[in-house]
């Protein structure tokens, strides 16, 4: 019975990913419309600055810039997505040993990037990082305990990304 269910569950786990690759392969020109529209009024409000400062201090810091983390699978994975701005700077944070996990600020608890065994882990790998190019990891969610708009840390290695809002 516990045979059963596990083959039905990683049967679904593999179909989902698959699914999200085949979705991902095409050029998604969709990305722009999910980032806020900058403000041409002089009262731009303090958040948007904090949020710009924070745009600028990632770019110069780790070289990337963050598209989404997004519920997917229903619910049961987090997909977080990444675009290099700056190869040179990026190369940690494509670290194929670098441990990876999401902090849901409300709980503490910490989602791993799962691996399981027939095929591996949840994240793009790439021996050198490609200016441009928009890269992804997938994290569990079990018990779809982050729910959209929940805010939530994305750790990469040493590198923190703090107050993300989870769509």
Known sequence: MISLRWNILSSALIASIMLMVVGCAGNRKDTAMAQPAASSTAGVDA???????????????????VESIRLSSAGYMLDFRYRVVNASLAVPVMDRTAVCYVI???????MIVPAPPKVGSLRQKSTAPVEGKIYYMMFANPGRR??????????????????????
């Open 47 to 65: 958040n948007e600055n904090e949020k710009d400062l924070a745009v600028r201090q990632l770019r110069g810091k780790a070289g990337i810039e």
């Open 104 to 110: 849901d600020q409300k709980s503490g608890a910490k």
């Open 146 to 167: 982050i729910q959209a708009g929940d805010k939530v840390t994305v750790v990469i290695d040493t590198l923190e990304i703090p107050d993300l809002t989870v769509q």
